[in-house]
């Protein structure tokens, strides 16, 4: 005798036929289609750039003649490169100073606008220097610090008969940095300032009731509620360091030639290395130099967010 056993629910063994509700299902099928266009564009001009760019680093190459390996020698020849190195060193000090000077200036200009009632105003003037080249800032600067300039002009009128010499090659890196930082404020304050927007005015409230300052309430409300923000504007400053070039470019080379030796930034090296009549060309250099500073600032931004997470804070 017989005993029929009960059909099994669900799928047998083998069954591959995708689960979900008929809407997943055309997600499903429509992911790649939808997808595959930008990943196409993506590796044609990202990915395979950088990988061709990784492979010329191993090579000698003046861009007509046919490429030669030599293995790690355009790396090892970098670390002896004073040229490179002094790059570095400017990028560096870019980074660090500006960046200290851009995050001093940018918190003190968002506590005093958070204080004032029409500072939207305020805010797009400051953030109107992000729309211009910085090419516009260095020859704004270069008319305004010349030596026959609006500044030492109006410091003529105050009695000074040796103004300093702003534009000298000894005085480029400093002043470099400063149009750095005037160019970058308006950004990074327009960015903070979002941040702290979103900080409940009950919380300085209480502040106040406790009895605490201006600097009381930026160290105790401002900076721990806005951590984050402050975060993600480190790491876009840190990101963009390593492109600063137009602005060197122009100041030091105003005379139709290069800059100095001493106002390099690694962006400036990768050209000259590349481009530059005054050496002999070699896109092998050139690669490896942008790699090595490409990897340098990967682990300083890796490094930046380590050093700078917190547990997140809960706003009620």
């Known amino acids: 005798m017989t005993t029929a056993l009960p059909a099994r629910s669900g799928r047998r063994r083998g069954d591959r036929r ?28 990202f990915v395979a750039p950088i990988g061709f760019s990784v492979w010329l680093g191993f090579q000698s190459w003046d861009g007509v003649g046919e490429a030669r390996g ?43 606008l958070r204080e004032m009632r029409d500072r939207n105003l305020v805010r797009y003037v400051l953030f109107f220097p992000v729309l211009v080249n910085p090419l516009v800032f260095g ?11 609006i500044v030492n002009t109006a410091i003529g ?7 300093p010499k702003w534009l000298a090659e000894q005085n480029l890196m400093t002043m470099i940095v400063g149009v750095t ?9 327009t960015i903070l300032m979002s941040g702290v927007e979103q900080i409940p005015t009950t919380y300085y409230e209480a502040a106040e009731l406790d009895g605490a300052g201006p600097w009381g309430r ?20 840190t990101i963009s360091t390593v492109k600063v070039f137009e602005l060197v470019l122009v100041f030091g080379g105003s005379t139709g030639g290069m800059p100095p030796n001493s106002t390099y930034t690694t962006a400036l090296y990768v050209y000259e290395s590349a481009f530059s009549a ?19 600032i ?12 917190r547990d997140a804070i809960q706003l009620s």
């Open 18 to 45: 995708a689960p979900g509700s008929p809407m997943e299902r055309a997600q499903r099928r429509t992911f790649w289609p939808f997808l595959a266009p930008a990943l196409v564009v993506f590796t044609l001009f």
């Open 70 to 112: 030599r293995g790690l020698r355009n790396y090892t020849n970098l670390l002896h490169d004073q040229l490179f190195l002094t790059s570095l060193k400017n990028t560096t000090l870019i980074l660090l100073v500006g960046g200290a000077a851009i995050f001093v200036v940018s918190f003190a200009v968002t506590v005093l």
């Open 139 to 149: 020859v704004m600067a270069g008319l305004l610090f010349r030596p026959d300039g």
């Open 157 to 163: 009128w105050l009695g000074v008969d040796d103004p």
């Open 181 to 189: 930082v005037w160019a970058g404020t308006g950004y990074y304050t």
């Open 218 to 237: 930026f160290r105790h409300v401002t900076l721990p509620l806005s951590w984050d923000v402050v975060t993600v504007c480190a790491l876009l400053w």
């Open 278 to 296: 005054r050496t002999t060309r070699d896109f092998g250099v050139s690669s490896a130099a942008a790699l090595v500073s490409l990897v340098l």
């Open 298 to 309: 990967a682990l300083v931004a890796v490094l930046l967010r380590r050093v700078m997470r």
